[in-house]
């Protein structure tokens, strides 16, 4: 493996993967482009959606590329817990704690808008991705994190935090019997909902492809040159030869520093797991179709599961080897599995839910994604700092889903006719800057 983070080959099958659409492995002509106006790295959720609206125009043309180093959607958003989960009381509190609460409220609002818009993306489009919305929860099981919460929960109510008016508390008397998890002693609920995420990603770049652009997939980039050539394009140098734009969005979220040195420190690979686990006999009562256990407040969870439409559980998080670094943090290998979690996945049932202590289960498929995290918690989005003409829209530290959406609207506007992100609903926070940078190092 290298120093510097680019998608491994054989990578590890997510169950979102076991049902590949037609454009998985598409290359939209035999050579790539010579020229183009612009061009998208990266084919994942980001990747999809500035497509879909850089695309979904009625002006003139433009001439618009893809490419992807694998597979379509084969990175993070293919290989998450297919939930859209606004973390509007668990993430609120962390930020709060990290930014104060104009931020923690900023994002929070900012999450709902986006999980309100990708509801009506979904509906609108007809995308059959088998969207149900849930009931999610944060439960926890230890009194001094319960505790610690309760403090974020009042504090938060009395400063003022418009989101938590979508927040339910429940305390000890029924935590236990409202999220399903054995030994729950405080739950704290909100919308949500289970989503296969690749079969939306995917009908994006349908969408898109179908409006004139073009898809290159197990094309890798490997640089970009450092500076424009005479005409004004930058030349980006791929495993199928060169080709040139005038724009280039970066939509590679933990590969971002393998292009872009600069965001070495800024963006980190992070590896994560996930497991889908079928109930095959002797299962306890339902617990929330959507919860995470939380053991270390206000936002660190030792797992996190939805229940799909046919009864089985995709778990992630299996929070056992947190404590070796080495095996996930700045690691992209996605190709291998975290083996200290198999075990995990193994007992989670019987050792998270309530009543299922004698269940029987089957761990049906474990695999690996590569999140992208940031040192301050925030995702980057917007130009480059001091590259004019390259943009970003990365980082989303393994919470893209209600996120990314109107982060890549905002970029496309951005990158198809200069509106400045202020204005464009995206959190000021969010923007990419050479003082993020400075502060990262």
């Known amino acids: 493996m290298t120093t510097h983070p680019f998608p491994v080959p054989h990578a590890t099958v997510p169950f979102w993967r076991t049902e590949l659409h037609k454009l998985d492995s598409h290359q939209s002509t035999p050579n790539l482009p010579e020229k183009q106006d612009i061009i998208i790295i990266g084919a994942g959720f980001a990747g999809a959606a500035l497509a879909y609206y850089l695309s979904n125009t009625s002006e003139s043309k433009l001439g618009i590329t893809v490419l992807e180093a694998r597979q379509a959607c084969s990175g993070a958003t293919g290989r998450n817990g297919g939930q859209l989960r606004p973390d509007i009381f668990n993430g609120a509190a962390s930020r709060m704690k990290k930014h104060g609460l104009e931020v923690a409220n900023e994002v929070a609002h900012f999450e709902l808008e986006n999980a309100e818009a990708l509801v009506n993306l979904i509906k609108s489009e007809g995308i059959d991705c088998d969207f149900t919305p849930v009931t999610s929860g944060s439960a926890f099981i230890n009194e001094a994190e319960a505790a610690d919460a309760k403090a974020f929960w009042d504090s938060m109510l009395s400063k003022g935090s418009p989101a938590l008016n979508n927040v339910t508390y429940h305390g000890p008397q029924d935590a236990e019997k409202a999220s399903g998890v054995r030994g729950a002693i405080a739950l704290y609920t909100f919308p949500a909902a289970v989503i296969w995420p690749y079969k939306m990603v995917m009908h994006l770049l ?25 005409e004004g394009y930058w030349t980006l140098e791929t495993a199928r030869g060169p080709t040139k734009a005038r724009r280039v969005v970066f939509a590679t979220n933990a590969y971002t520093s393998g292009l872009l040195a600069e965001y070495a420190d800024a963006i980190v690979p992070a590896r994560g797991t996930c497991a889908r686990i079928m109930p095959v006999s002797s299962e306890g009562p339902p617990p929330m179709p959507s919860c995470g256990v939380v053991t270390d407040s206000p936002n660190t969870m030792d797992s996190y599961w939805g229940v799909r439409p046919d009864g089985s559980f995709i778990v992630g998080g299996a929070g056992s080897y947190r404590d070796k670094p080495e095996l996930w943090r700045g690691n992209f290998d996605d190709a291998s599995l975290i083996e200290p979690a198999l075990p995990f996945f193994e007992q989670w049932a019987g050792r998270n839910l309530l009543g299922w202590e004698d269940a029987e289960t089957k761990t049906d498929n474990v695999w690996t994604g590569i999140m992208g995290y940031t040192l301050d918690d925030l995702p980057h989005v917007g130009p480059v700092p001091g590259r004019e003409g390259l943009y970003i829209c990365a980082g989303f530290i393994g919470h893209g889903m209600p996120n990314v959406l109107l982060c890549a609207k905002a970029v496309a506007k951005l990158v198809k006719d200069d509106s400045p992100l202020a204005g464009s609903g995206v959190p000021a926070c969010y923007e990419t800057s050479l003082e993020r940078l400075r502060k990262a190092t």
């Not at 969408?207 to 424009?228: C, K, S």
């Open 206 to 230: 349908e969408v898109a492809v179908g409006a004139g652009v073009n898809l290159y997939t197990h094309t890798p980039v490997h640089a970009v040159l450092p500076e424009v050539d005479s």
